[in-house]
């Protein structure tokens, strides 16, 4: 039975959420792998919403096991809140199960975080001010607090007290913010230690074994391919490895291990916070995609930034995480457009790229070179096969995939679970592509 990586190809919010839940039942476990709760899933089950901040999507299947790994940032109030969130809506999440080895994000990681952001004022990097770049910060200077430093306290006391002999000197000294004491830090810490503890594992060791077994194990990126710290639009990026390579170091399963990556590209491009963006519009159409897409924050409540879709950077988020199977979401927001643009190049200076630019100024500059495909009025919500769909919006799709590198297996038509076209089913092997060996 395979390990699956799913991953967002564009700046995040595609829907990944929506592809773990279709999965779901096919899974035993899924494993977010990176980031915190600085992002969100939203998954419409009926006519019941849930979105999820820290947690794995697959919390909402029964039978399927949730698993938070090492490579993430937990903010412990944050967790319980969400946990109990979902268990009063009838939601069993008995099974979570936590790495001893992720780090905690204190509440000076917090403060530190919306201070730093606002002091950059116009250089700002448009984070969530959740603490989350400055946990990781604290996780490669090797001064980070672990979960299973909750159950010694003396190691845990040590811990904060080294790391705020430093924090406080930066809050007093640079922006003029009063001192931590150590004690509001570790009742804030230790306040659901029991509480989590039947949770705390060591994931790295279950995930092998389950796939020792045969069961099915799903990886779950946090954020994007375009947000990832090193491949992404540096330094508009996140704090983690949000491609499919961070599922390995993020959870303890080597490379050997994966099968297939799957990654998620919405019909139309959107981003949050600052850097660059091609294909962003400030006109009526952006307007049009983010009113029809309802493209606000599930985290935040932000106003995404809207744009056509970009096959340079689908082709770039294939490249990068091996991607074997792509799934478009939200087709159905594209429906009563007259024109429906596909940027397949960029001019920068006059030199067309068809490439992502390796130079950071040049993407910065580079301007969208357009194809344009007839577009759809026809409501295609209802769709269930891919030739049920309007011609033109499947020439959109052929289109598409021809130009991104790889097949497009699903297409999402709809919010709900059930408005998905599968054109091939995401554990069916894949074609190989060029470089990598066959799935």
């Known amino acids: ?86 268990e009063a809506r009838g939601v069993d999440t008995s099974a979570l199960l936590i790495s001893a080895n992720a780090h905690l994000i204190p509440p000076y990681n917090r403060v530190l975080d919306k201070v730093a952001e606002r002091f950059l004022g116009s250089r700002k990097l448009g984070t969530t001010g959740r603490g989350i770049g400055p946990t990781y910060a604290d996780k490669m200077n090797r001064v980070g607090i672990r979960v299973q430093d909750l ?16 924090k406080n000197q930066v809050l007093l000294k640079i922006y003029n913010r009063r001192a931590v004491e150590t004690e509001e830090i570790m009742e804030e810490l230790l306040r659901h230690a029991e509480r989590i503890r039947p949770m705390v594992a060591d994931t790295s060791l279950v995930l092998n074994q389950a796939l020792d077994a045969g069961r099915t194990v799903l990886f779950e990126a946090g954020q994007a391919t375009l947000l990832d710290v090193d491949h992404g639009t540096y330094p508009f990026v996140t704090s983690s490895n949000a491609v499919s390579a961070g599922a390995c170091t993020g959870s303890g399963v080597a490379p050997t291990r994966i099968d297939r990556v799957i990654g998620i590209l919405k019909a139309y491009s959107t981003r949050v916070g600052e850097g660059p963006f091609p294909t962003e519009l400030d006109d009526d159409n952006g307007d049009f995609l983010r009113r029809q897409g309802a493209e606000f924050g599930t ?30 979401t939200k087709l159905d ?62 020439n959109y799709l052929l289109r598409l995939e021809e130009l991104i590198g790889a097949r497009i297996s699903v297409v999402g038509v709809g919010p709900g679970r059930e408005a998905t076209i599968s054109r091939h089913h995401l554990l069916d092997p894949a074609p190989a592509q060029p470089g990598q060996r066959a799935g």
């Open 299 to 328: 985290t935040t409540g932000r106003p995404r930034r809207c744009g056509w879709v970009d096959a340079v950077v689908g082709r770039y988020a294939q490249r990068v995480n091996g991607v074997t199977d792509f799934v478009i």
């Open 151 to 166: 159950y010694d306290e003396s190691i845990l006391r040590q811990k904060v007290e080294a790391a705020l002999e430093m």
């Open 1 to 86: 039975m395979p390990a699956l990586v799913i991953v967002g190809a564009q700046w995040g919010d595609e829907g990944k959420g929506k592809a773990t839940d279709l999965l779901g039942s096919s899974v035993d476990y899924v494993v977010k792998f990176n980031g915190g709760n600085n992002a969100g899933h939203t998954v419409v089950i009926g006519d019941q919403k849930y979105a999820l901040h820290l947690l794995p999507s697959g919390i909402l299947t029964p039978g399927c096991v949730p698993v938070i790994g090492n490579g993430v940032v937990v903010d412990p109030s944050v967790l319980i809140e969400e946990l109990d969130g979902l």
């Open 333 to 394: 927001v594209l429906t009563g457009l007259d024109t429906v643009p596909i940027c397949v190049g960029y001019d920068i200076f006059g030199t067309r790229h068809d490439e992502m630019p390796v130079n950071q100024s040049d993407f910065h500059h580079a301007t969208p070179i357009y194809e344009y495909l007839p577009g759809w009025s026809e409501d295609i919500s209802g769709c269930q096969h891919f030739d049920q769909l309007p011609r033109a919006a499947q």
